[in-house]
Each structure stands twice: as C-alpha cells, then as structure tokens.
C-alpha cells in the first residue's frame, strides 16, 4: 500500500476551454502548463490504461468517474511505455491507493510523464458542454490569475484535424513481442505455441492488442508506421496488422499508401481503430470528424452476421463514413446508439478492420473472437 | 427476437409479507414485471399475500389474488386462470422456491404451465449448493471450499481437509442444512468453538446436517448485476463493492457503486467470471445477481453465490444506475432482446449497453435491535437488518455524509451519543454490530491508526482513509466553532464532503437554519444532476435528479444546473425514507397513491425520498424524482429549486410529518391538514381538552417530566398502566407496568427513546428533556381502528376494523378484521359517530385514524389515540373495499370535496383479516411475547366470505402451518393464566370437538375437566420432566395457547413460545386468538379453501 498524500496541499489550477469557459480546481500531475484538444472518456475502470494509449497523443482526457486513481499504477497495466496524453482531468484525485498490485500513484506517473492534471472541477458539466457543442481546444494551467491568456492559448493551438501524430508515437525500430495476457491469480491459462507470425504497424500501438495476438499463438514484428509495403512483404509474414492509433487518419497518407498494396496482397490483413480508418482510405472510403468522439468502455455494437451485440471499448474522434463503402467494402458491424460503422470486411480479400477495441484494455472482453478471426484467415491463407 | 405469440396469459408470483431479508423491493420489480407485461398485451394473473404492495392494487393486473402463497392455493389459481406461462422470478425467494415445488408436484405440466424467465434446471443449478459447485468447477472458477457433516466427526475430517486445502484452519463457517430462514449460521473461530457449535448446529438442523464451509472472512465482496437475453447477449449494470467484508451478510454491509478499489484488468477477470456463470447456470433471459470475494492480499477470487432472479441487490441497481433491471428482466423473458428495447432514460440508444456512472452510490443498512432486548447485535452471516437508504454524491465521501444523514437515527454524521475509551471501541469495531461505522470514526478520531484500523476490521484502506478525511474534517469544524459561519472557503468545502447542515450547526453553535443562512449568504447552494445512465454522454429526458455541491460562481451553477424545472403547477410528495418496524411498505403505497392522484389531476408531482428499495423511487412513478435525504435542509433546497405550490406531508408516516413545523416555520405550503391540527391529535394536553370538548372518552392520563411525577401519576390512575414516550413510531419503548416495582425501568426506557426520538427527526426539537406520558390500561378491551376521509365539509368512514388481540397489544402487531366480527352494530355506530366528530373538529383534510377501546364489562367506548395522517391500515381498508383512501385523500388536498369525487362508504359483504408477521426467528433467544411495543416488519392478508375462513388463510399466509384433522391423533397444549381460564373453555371443547387431545398444566387442566373438557396433563417447565417443551420438541404437539401475566410467568413460558416458532408450530398468546384459530380450522377443514380474485370480490361477483 502506498500514499499518495493528502489532496488538500495541491496547487490551484484552471481548465480553459476555447468557447471561453474557464474552470477553477486543483493542480496534479506535471506542472506544466499543456494544451489539446479535450475529449471526454465514460469507462468507469481502467484510468491507467487511457493514460498510457498513445491514441490520445495530443488530447486533454477527461474521465467522467468521479473518483480516480483509487488503485494507484502497477507495471502490468501499461499500454505502452509512457503516458501519452496532454492532460487529465478527474472529479476527485483519490487521497489513497488501495490495490494489492499497485507500485505506484497516478500522480507520479504523470508527473514522470510530463503530463498536467486538474482535480475537483464539475467534470459533468464540462463532459455536457462538449457533448452539447462538439470536441474542443483546452488547456490545463496553473497560472490562474491569467485566465484569459489561457483561453486565448486554446484557441490558438493546432485543430487535430490534418494532423499526422502517427509518427510521433510509433516506433523508431521494428522490434518482436512475445508477452502473452495478464494472468489473474489462479488461471490456468498458458498461451499456446506460435503457429503464426504477424508483422503490426504501430501507429501507435497498444500492448493489449500484442498481448491478445501472442494468446492467440502469433509470433509478432512491430514495425514504425512509415515502413513500406514492400519491406512488410518481403518479411513474407503470415498476416498484417495495422494498429490504433492518434491523430486524423487522412493525414497518414503514406500509410494509406502502404496499406492499399498490402491489402491487394492476399496476405490476411486486420486493422483496429485507426488501422480501420486507414483500411478505409485505402479502400476508397472517406473518414469524417465525429462532432465529441467516442470514448468509453460501454458502447453497443452489433456484429451484424450473427446479429449479436457486443459491449465494446471506443477510442475515437473520427469514423468512416459507411455511403463512402459502397462497392468498395462490406459493413460487418454497427454502433448501436449512433449508427456508425464499426467495422467492415472486404467482399473477397482476406482483409477486415473494426473500429472499436477488441483488445479492451480497458474494457470488455467481449469482442477478443476477431483475433480469432484473423488467426482464421491466416489458417486458411495457409491451407491454400 | 420480437415478442412471443404463443403465451396469452402470464402467472406472477409475488414475494409476501415484508421480512427481514425480503422487503418492498419485490413490490417494485413487481409491479415494474406487472406494468411490462400488460404494456405487451398480455393477460396478467398476480397472487401476492401482501395487501400493502402496490402491485396488487387491482387495477394493476388483470386479476389480483391476495391468497396465502403455498402450492395448495396456488394450484387452485392456476386450475381456475389457466395461465399458459409462469414468471418466477420477480417475487424474491418465496416465488422461486414455490415454482420449483409447483413443478415438482406436476402443477406446471399437468395445466400446460410454461415457464419464463428461468427454466427448472438453471434454478436448481444455482439454489443447489452441490450442482453450484459443480457448475462452477465446470467453467473454472472457485468456490468456497466445503463439505457436509452429519456428525462431530465427520465434521472434523472436513475441517482438517479445509486445513490441508487453505492452509488456513479457523474460522470455519458451520451452515446447518434446511433450517427456517436459513438461520443458525455460525462461525467457529478455534477448536473448542468447533465443537460446541458443530453440535449446536447438528441439533438445529431438521436433518442433522450442517455445511462446513472456508471461511473467506475479510476478503473483499463485490456483486455484479448481470443481464442475458434470448440471443445470449449479455450484460453487467452495475458492480458494487461492500464498504463491510466478507463475513457480514450484503443486506446488512454498507455498500458502494461502482466498485471503488479494482484495476479494469481485475474487474474484466470477475465481469468474464459473471458472464460465464450466468450462461453455464442456463438464465435464459433475465437478470441474476452474482456474488464475489477478493482476497485483498494477492487478488485471488471465488464465487460465492448468484440469485437467478431479481433481487434487492438488483433493486439498488437499478436505483444507482437507472436502469430498470426488473421491467427489461420482463420484456426479455416474453421474448424480447436487449437491442430491441429502448432506454428509458436516452429514449433514443438501446438497453443493451452497459450504464456508466458519474456518482457514487452508497447504501446503508438500518437495524431495529432496540425493538429486540435480548438479540444479539453482532452482524453475521444472517440478515438483521430492516430497511436501507440510498444516497447519490459527486465523490465517496458527499455521498457516504447525505447517506447518513438520511438514515433518521438521530445522528447528522459522526456523532456518537457516548463514545467510550479507545480499547473499548477497538473491541467494539473486531465484532461488527449496527453502530460499528461510528464507532471506527470515533477510534480514527481518538487517534487509531490506518493500519490498526485495517487490521481489526478488514474494511479497505481506500474506504478507511476516506472516512479518517471525514473525520478530521469534523474535528476541524468543532474546533473552528462559529467562525464557520463567516469562513465560506470551510463552509464549502465540508458542504462538498456531505457534512449536514445539522452538524455543523452543533459544532458552530447556532441554529440550523443560520447555517443554511450563511450558506445562502456566501452562494454556497448545491447544483442538481441527473442519473441517466451514461455519464452525460446522450441527453437526459427523465428526471431523475440528485444534488451535490460542486463550487464556483452562481452563474457557474446556474449553467450546470439540470432541474430544468417547468412552469406547470407542481406539488412535492415527501416519501417515508427507510422502511423501520413501523413505519414500512404501507407509507411508501400511500404516497405512490398520493402521486398518482395528483397526476390524475393534473398536477407535476415531485417525489423525495431516500429508501432505494420503494415504488416511490421508481422514476416512472413520479413526474420527477429527486433521490434525496428527507431532512429540513435537503428538502428546502429542493423546493427553492423548483418552486412548487405546496408540499404533502401526510402520506410518508413520521418522517415528513416531523418536517411539517419547520418546513411551515420556512415558509412552505403545507397542503392537507393543518399543522394545529396533527398537533391538538399529537399533544397529550390539547388532546385531552378535544376529547373533553367533543363529550368523548379516554383512558386516564398524566404527562411525566421525571420518575417522581411518572410515580404520582400512575398511583392516580391505578395500575395497571401504559408508559410510553412522546411522540413516538410503532410503539416504541411502550410498555404495559402491572405494578410500582416495575415502573422505574420502563418509565427510564420511555425518557431515554423519548430524547433520542426528539433529536432524529428532520425537525426534531433536539429538546433534551422530552416528556413520557403514563395512561391507565383498559384491561380486556377490544380494540377498534377507524380509518376516516375528509375534507373539512363531510367525512366518510373507509373501514372499520376489530382487532383479534386485546388492547394492550400494538395495533400493527394486532391481528384485524373488517367488517368486524363480534361487535354490536350499536359500537360500530357509535365509533363511526365518535370518529366523523372528530373529523369535524380538527377540520381534517384528508385522512385520519382513530384506535377505540371497547372495554368487555360495558364501561363505554374509550379514545386511544387520533392521527390525523395516512395509516399502517390505508393499504389493507384501501384494497378490501376498493376505496381508494390514499389517493381520495391527495385530492381532497389540491381542494376536491367528497361530493364532487362521488365517494361513499363501503362496507363489504365478505370478510377480510390482516395478520402480521415477525422476525423473531432472525433473532434467538428473544421473547415472542406480543406488546404494546410494534415488533412486526410485515403484513398478510386472507380475504373470503367468513371471518373464519379468513382468519384462516390469514393465519396460513403469515406461515402458520394450521393443524387439519387428518384421521392422526393431534395435539393442543392450552395453558392460561386464571383470567383467561373461562374463555378457554369453548376453545378447548371447540379443538375437542375437532379431534383434538388436548395437553394441559394443572391449574388449566383441573378448570378444563370442572367444566367438562377431557385433558391430560402435563407438566410446566420448572416442574420437572418431560414437560412441556420436551412434548414439543417430541413433535407431539401440533398447537399451541398460552396465555401469561407478570413478569414470572412470562419468563416462566418464555421456552414454550420461542420452541414452538423454532419449529414452526401455531402459537397463540391470547384466547381470542386462539378462538378464531379453532373457528378457522374447524371452518377450512369443513370445506375444501377457495380463492378469489380482489376484482370479484369488489364486483359483487
């Protein structure tokens, strides 16, 4: 058990947003002042793992539970090797850490990261806010006695549309992974012998989706968003994979590039998040900017083969648009509360992508089948 | 899957009486399940014994039988309805348990039953201990490692096993098979214990078999509420976590939602876990709810049960979350699917998602042990507690402080009446009773550390450190004393952690309201929000609104504020809060009435209450919903946000009527009868001089401010008397004292509940020095209850009702009947006219309830007492007459009359009875004895053309097992003390005439054959064996009357009562009583039993 110290010692700080708005609360985390675009996430577990997602490379999250940091950082949760995010804003910092895992608080880690936090402010008001007016520009400060410069700040920092933040996060070397899933005490679970070896595109990849690809007996080469299509071939891999990731699709267009040749291969191909809105591109779809994105571990979505419903972990601030499919890909799965596209499948290639997370983390567990189907196809590719 | 076509009619089961373990949570998911089904289209017959649920108000299903629910009677609904379908799993327990007995009979296949929801197999496999077990083997997951002992040996090799398995030898929890209730649950902490309690436990037992189970005590308990539809789609709503660990049973543990202390990676490894169960279970559709436990050391987790039905823990759920778990359970078992139903709160995404929570929920228990001298308060495996509150907050803490200050037990946060020295409370905290959160406060604050906490009492540190935040939060407060007032930083940040109005007050030194002034003065106000069910991502339609402090500005408020509130007229409802013995399910129907007229009229009604498990916190009931503690401070801000045209005070028992002067003082409205008025009923003095003024009658009375004056009196009056406090609920510390030697205790009782009592209620007066009051006793009187209607012009009797007990014993304990059974229609008359003056009188404007005496010797006819409010009664007069009082009388307070509504007085031509049932069984080693003291949580009722036969299934819905002749020899023990020694006669030759033997001690015995009644006598207690209870515990008697006086004695017989519950036996304590039971007998086992829907009763059918 570790502390994390009383809350009450903390420095006043404001959240200013770009419509004006400004928040008074209480600063955590690094003391910098930082910007983004702010997005609000509905899961009720799993704050770590947000924090560590490079997806939100360039976002202030906030997190709609009210007490936060309650079971403090362990080394297992990490999505990747930092945190990425610009900011976090929380309802309650929690003045302890209680979890028989935990190494260490949510506060230090950010502030290791560099990444500011604000606690104590109405994050339900500003969670309406943004679903009432769309995504905005903020910024987390600790120089409270200028608001005004703090909002004019937001205002000027860079839109995440256009933006390519692939690069930024991905890696600068190709690298093998070999972990398998967080065991709980107890299970017997082992994860089976390698019968595949897939090459993934980090864009920005979480360590959960390489975790469930090793459980799934793949043997995996993580390689940086910019390698070409021809390099990923000529390693001759069993399948490819194109990962989540941050920032505004359309603005990878080398990747979009690459994964036009690769998904006319024949090599199976599976896309997640923006690996999807890649596949969609490169397919000939169009991508759009959702008016505040989806975030949370509790969206509906319906595989609509078996008609069944999934509840899904979402990370997202832009969609494919599904009349921009026509001809081109077949929708395979829906979001339920929206209607938007969930994922897709082409009509002959061995190719398909869903926008969600199967990988959860955090989240349900309920959609790991499609590595399932992936591991499928590759068994199939094989066969022939 | 759209719904199914080939079921027309649906049979629901409902859950009975109120018990401790099995509350009005039923009556929601119920009448939600009721609501559901006739919205499809279908046929729906309802059997509930419950007269006071709302669910069975007939015009809620198609047919409504309020019959005993036994298999018998059963059987007979389904032979007569034809049901095609049965859904078991919406009235707790009781429905499961009676539909896998109806199936196991045949019933359900012989009459084409089918059933929904739940399939045989899946409740068997999760009701069995064995199959569970086997089950969750099969898909991997734990559970408590156990085996079954039928002697001290076995049970030792089991222990040893667990030893060599767990590595950890004691406790143990021994679990004797197949007792009633499920009680006698024990945990052996050593050897010794081992053995002593093994063997008790052996005996306990009807088949000497006892569970001995690994102990996982101090390991961290979660549940999940889990969803599943026909297309195997499933879902978590809600995960809770238990501020009490293992070892303390969930109804009785402080709990928390969401889940407070889990990673996602430990929370998706237990969500995993619970859809597994409730798939390798076989829940086709419907919800269940799964218990967990998390050793806090390495995370290692077992399952420990899962209810496949609905449940009090899906009732909170459903509460905490907004999403209505019993209403979709219904949808989904007639073949609907999760994707095909609507949120009720978006109105635009699908039920099938997972609800996220931007609050937190928390729960807590409410005991009763002061009604229970001699339980024993320490909280185990076994339910004790009564009722519960729920309160909603931005963070843990604003909610754990509304949820205490909701509880109405004369606390406003961490503030123990007397706190003793450090070790005594660190003894006090190891074993967890009803007091033990403020006892941990008050040990944090006397400087207990964290660790040391944790070590004594296993509650998470996350939850410990939060609670020693509050505490030194509130020694700060006391410290700062009045400067509070001017010091807006403080103010507001110990308004964010939930600290009352009211504490603050006691540590600044002033009123409360200069603490709401100051409040108001600095902008410190709360903001309401909406419970919607995903954390403001989609648009809130349905108000279902909580408040909270959350800072800033007043414009920074005003924008999050989420009243939205209209500018239609509007009247606030204030509902009970947590159900008490006393004060129970019966407020909660009043108000939802009180709502559903208000409505009818066109009014925007807005409900507060705080008890998580009513109709009343439906938020389909209400136009809007505020789930909000029902305190002063609470309430005005409520109504400064909305603004309404009045408030009703009248329908939610004590609670809101304890509100009326302050909320008056504050400048509300109250609607109804005048506040005077409740007062001139209420004040002992200004009752006396209306009794005076009308020409009535009324016991002889004295007001006490100390033992001498209580000595003087009752030396004026004769003994015996009644001692009691003022201004009390359900009779509490009210005591009949037969002489002077034992007036000192009772009168000590009656000063002390009479100070607490000042000081619980919202707008107690905190007066330290309450008065008692002293009354002389009628003795061997009849006691009467008038229900009254008026609206200030006419007055119209509802019903008048005879008690089956005497005088002296509380009129919810009471047994009544209506019409009356044995009383003159000149006594009836001369009630009626009594009660209508007194309408007049007190201009009641709504509804008012009167208890008469009749003594038997023909001194007259004697006022007890006047309450110009809603009664325990309402509900029963309400659904045997089909007058609907409750909802007359709301609209009588928005100004209708009588004459325009067209109301007149029903006076049926068939015969109903209300019986009350204990919890005694909960509580060994307390006396069974009834008194002027309330002690029942529950109420049945039997309805049919005679009082007998009414009386009877009464007596057979309250779980009575009434003895019919069968051709065996059967036995009735009868022992009356010497007053009673006549009366007995006819019952004794009534039960001769029946076949009876009949078993009697000596004095009764001797008067018996003097008067011509065959008997064998048999020995008392202290007379040596084989006595009395030896013939019991025999199985030799099949029923028994004993009636007693004074104190001796009645310590005298008190093994005879408590043996005859234990083994489930009829026992009467008083001779009109038992006359009716012969009466019953001999009537149902002339005849074969009927059953009858409400609907053909109140159509002359």
């Known amino acids: 058990m570790s502390d994390a110290g009383p809350t009450n010692g903390l420095p006043p700080a404001l959240l200013a947003l770009e419509d004006g708005s400004v928040y008074h609360g209480l600063g955590y985390g690094a003391a910098a002042d930082m910007a983004g675009e702010i997005v609000f996430n509905t899961a009720i577990t799993g704050y770590q793992e947000v924090l560590t997602d490079p997806s939100y490379r360039g976002q202030i999250v906030l997190m709609t539970a009210p007490e936060i940091g309650n079971v403090g950082v362990n080394p297992q949760d990490f999505e990747s090797s930092r945190a990425w995010c610009a900011g976090f804003v929380v309802r309650n910092l929690s003045p302890r850490v209680s979890n028989w895992r935990s190494e260490g608080t949510l506060h230090s880690l950010m502030v290791q990261h560099g990444v500011a936090g604000i606690t104590g402010i109405d994050t339900r008001a500003i969670t309406r806010r943004l679903r009432i007016g769309g995504v905005q520009r903020a910024v987390i400060s600790r120089n409270v006695a200028d608001a005004a410069a703090a909002v004019s700040r937001a205002r000027n920092h860079p839109s995440l549309e256009g933006r390519d933040l692939a690069q930024e996060v991905s890696t600068p070397l190709s690298y093998e992974w070999t972990e398998g899933l967080w065991k709980a005490p107890g299970s017997k679970a082992v994860d089976p012998p390698v019968r595949h070896h897939v090459v993934a595109y980090d864009y920005g990849i979480k360590r959960g989706i390489l975790r469930h690809l090793r459980h799934n007996g793949c043997r995996v080469t993580v390689v940086p968003a910019k390698t070409s299509a021809n390099a990923v071939l000529a390693i001759k891999p069993d399948g490819i994979f194109l990962s989540n990731g941050p920032g505004d699709p359309a603005a990878v267009s080398y990747a979009v590039e690459a994964v036009r040749q690769l998904a006319r291969s024949g090599t199976p191909l599976f896309g997640i998040c923006l690996g999807h809105q890649i596949l969609g591109l490169a397919l000939g779809g169009k991508t759009y900017k959702l008016k505040f994105g989806h975030h949370g571990a509790n969206h509906p979505v319906m595989d609509l083969a078996t008609r069944k419903v999934e509840i899904t972990s979402q990370n997202h601030g832009f969609a494919v648009d599904v009349a921009s499919l026509q001809g081109k890909a077949v929708l395979s799965h829906v979001n339920l509360n929206d209607q938007t596209v969930e994922g897709m499948r082409h009509e002959s290639l061995p190719v398909f992508s869903v926008q969600y997370h199967p990988e959860a983390s955090p989240g349900p567990n309920d959609a790991t089948y499609l590595f399932g189907r992936f591991i499928k196809l590759m068994d199939e590719q094989q066969r022939r | ?303 420990i049960e899962m209810n496949p039905r609905v449940s009090r823990s899906s009732a909170l759920a459903s509460k905490a979350t907004g999403f209505p778990i019993a209403k979709i359970a219904t949808k989904l078992a007639i073949g609907y699917t999760l994707d095909e139903i609507t949120n009720d709160i978006t109105k635009e995404t699908p039920a099938c998602f997972e609800p996220t929570i931007d609050y937190v929920v928390t729960k807590v228990p409410r005991f009763a042990f002061e009604k229970f001298p001699g339980a024993d308060p320490t909280l185990g495996p076994q339910m004790k507690s009564v009722g519960e509150v729920m309160a909603i907050g931005r963070t843990f803490q604003e909610s754990f402080g509304k949820a205490l200050r909701s509880l109405e037990i004369g606390r406003w946060g961490f503030d123990l009446d007397k706190v003793p020295p450090l070790d005594e409370l660190k003894r006090a905290i190891a074993v967890a009773g009803p007091d033990r959160l403020w006892q941990l406060a008050e040990a944090l604050r006397a400087g207990l550390s964290l660790d040391e906490a944790f070590t004594l009492t296993a509650i998470d540190p996350w939850f410990l450190t939060h609670l020693k935040t509050m505490v030194d939060e509130d020694d700060a407060a006391r410290i700062q004393g009045k400067a509070l007032l001017d010091d807006p930083v403080s103010l507001e940040r110990r308004k964010r952690m939930g600290m009352s109005d009211r504490r603050l007050m006691k540590h600044a030194g002033v009123t409360e309201d200069d603490v709401r002034q100051a409040r108001i003065r600095h902008g410190i106000r709360p903001v309401f929000k909406r419970v919607d069910t ?43 809060g947590p159900n008490r013995i006393g004060q129970g399910i019966e407020f909660d129907y009043c108000c939802v009435h009180a709502v559903q007229a208000l409505r009818e009229e066109g009014f925007e009604t807005l409900m507060i209450n705080c008890n998580p498990e009513t109709v009343s916190t439906d938020y389909d009931t209400s136009d809007r919903l505020y789930f909000e503690p029902l305190t002063r401070e609470d309430v005005l801000e409520i109504i400064d946000a909305e603004k309404p045209e009045g408030v009703i005070v009248q329908f939610g028992g004590q609670t809101p009527l304890r509100l009326a002067v302050p909320l008056q003082k504050a400048g509300v409205k109250l609607l109804g009868t005048s506040a005077d008025a409740i007062d001139r009923a209420e004040d002992r003095q200004r009752f006396g001089d209306l009794v005076k003024k009308l020409n009535l009658r009324a016991p002889a009375w004295g007001t006490a401010h100390g033992l001498g004056e209580a000595r003087e009196i009752a030396e004026r009056i004769g003994y015996p008397v009644m001692v009691r406090p003022s201004y009390v609920l359900g009779g509490r510390a009210m005591e009949i004292v037969h002489d002077a030697s034992g007036l000192e205790h009772f009168v000590m009782k009656a000063f002390e509940a009479s100070r607490r009592e000042s000081l619980a209620g919202g707008g107690g007066s905190g007066d330290e020095s309450a008065p008692i009051l002293i009354d002389q006793f009628l003795r061997d009187a009849i006691e009467i209850d008038v229900d009254v209607v008026a609206d200030g012009q006419d007055a119209i009797i509802g019903g008048v009702m005879e008690h089956i007990e005497e005088a002296g014993i509380h009129s919810g304990d009471s047994a009544c009947a209506l019409p009356p059974f044995s009383l003159s229609p000149e006594i009836i008359e001369a009630v009626k006219t009594q009660a209508r003056a007194l309408a007049r009188e007190l201009d009641v404007r709504g509804l008012m309830n009167i208890q008469f005496a009749v003594p038997r010797d023909g001194r007259g006819i004697f006022i007890l007492e006047v309450n110009p409010r809603a009664s325990r009664t309402v509900p029963f007069v309400s659904k045997v007459t089909g007058v609907p009082l409750a909802k007359i009388a709301a609209k009588i307070a928005v100004g209708k009359t009588l004459k325009e509504m067209g109301v007149r007085e029903v006076v049926p031509n068939y015969v109903a009875v209300k019986e009350a049932v204990f919890p005694f069984v909960k509580f060994p080693g307390v006396d069974t004895l009834l008194g002027p003291e309330m002690r029942s949580t529950g109420e049945v009722m039997g309805i049919d053309r005679t009082f007998e036969a009414a009386f009877g299934k009464s007596q057979i819905a309250a779980g009575t097992r009434l003895p019919m002749p069968d051709g065996t020899l059967q036995s009735a023990f009868v022992s009356v003390q010497d007053g009673d020694k006549e009366a007995a006669v006819g019952v004794a030759k009534g039960l001769r005439k029946l076949g009876f033997r009949i078993l009697a001690t000596a004095g009764t015995s001797e008067y018996l054959r003097r008067a011509g009644v065959e008997t064998e006598v048999v020995n008392k207690v202290r007379e040596g064996r084989p006595h009395c209870v030896d013939r019991l515990l025999d199985g030799q008697i099949q029923l028994v009357i004993n009636t007693t006086c004074g104190a001796d004695a009645i310590q005298d017989s008190f093994s005879i009562r408590r043996t005859a519950l234990m083994r489930g036996l009829p026992y009467y304590t008083t001779v009109s009583a038992a006359r009716a039971a012969v009466g019953a007998i001999a009537k149902l086992s002339a005849g074969a039993m009927t059953v009858c829907s409400l609907q053909e009763f109140q159509s002359g059918k």
């Not at chain 2, 800033?552 to 606030?572: L, M, W």
Request: charged share 25%; aromatic share 6%; with cysteine.
């Open chain 2, 1 to 303: 899957m759209p719904r199914r076509n080939d079921i027309k009619t649906v049979l629901l089961i409902g859950s009975g009486p109120i018990v401790i373990g099995q509350a009005c949570e039923f009556d929601y998911s119920g009448t939600q399940g009721v609501k559901a089904l006739k919205e499809e289209g279908f046929r729906v017959v309802l059997v509930n014994s419950n007269p006071a649920t709302i669910m069975t108000d007939p015009e809620i299903a198609d047919r409504t039988y309020v019959e005993p629910l036994t298999v018998e009677i059963l059987t007979k609904v389904i032979e007569r309805e034809r049901p095609d379908a049965l859904l078991p799993t919406l009235g707790g327990q009781t429905a499961l348990n009676l539909t896998v007995e109806l199936a196991k009979a045949g019933v359900l296949e012989k009459f084409g039953v089918k059933l929904i929801g739940a399939q045989l197999g899946a409740i068997e496999k999760a009701e069995d201990r064995e199959l569970f077990k086997q089950a969750m083997a099969n898909i991997g997951l734990c559970v408590p490692l156990s085996g079954y002992a039928r002697s001290l040996d076995e049970a030792k090799k089991i222990q040893i096993q667990l030893q060599a398995d767990t590595g950890v030898g004691f406790p143990v929890i021994l679990r004797p098979s197949f007792t009633l209730g499920g009680s006698g649950a024990a945990i052996a902490w050593n050897a010794a214990e081992f053995d002593a309690k093994m063997l008790w436990g052996l005996q306990q037992s009807p088949r000497g078999e006892v569970l001995v189970e690994q102990s996982v005590l101090g390991w961290k308990e979660y549940e999940l509420e889990v969803m599943r539809d026909g297309k195997d789609n499933a879902v978590i709503v809600c995960s809770i976590e238990n501020f009490d660990p293992m070892g303390i049973h969930t109804g009785d543990s402080i709990t928390i939602a969401p889940a407070m202390t889990l990673t996602d990676k430990e929370y998706q490894v237990m969500r995993d876990a619970a859809l597994a169960v409730i798939r390798e279970i076989g829940v086709e559709t419907g919800g269940s709810n799964i218990q967990f436990a998390v050793n806090p050391k390495n995370g290692d987790m077992i399952v």
């Open chain 2, 534 to 576: 995903c954390a403001a991502e989609f648009d809130a339609k349905t108000p279902y609104l909580y408040s909270t402090y959350e800072g800033g500005s007043a414009a920074d408020r005003a924008a999050e504020d989420e009243v939205r509130p209209t500018n239609k007229r509007k009247i606030v409802i204030l509902g009970g």
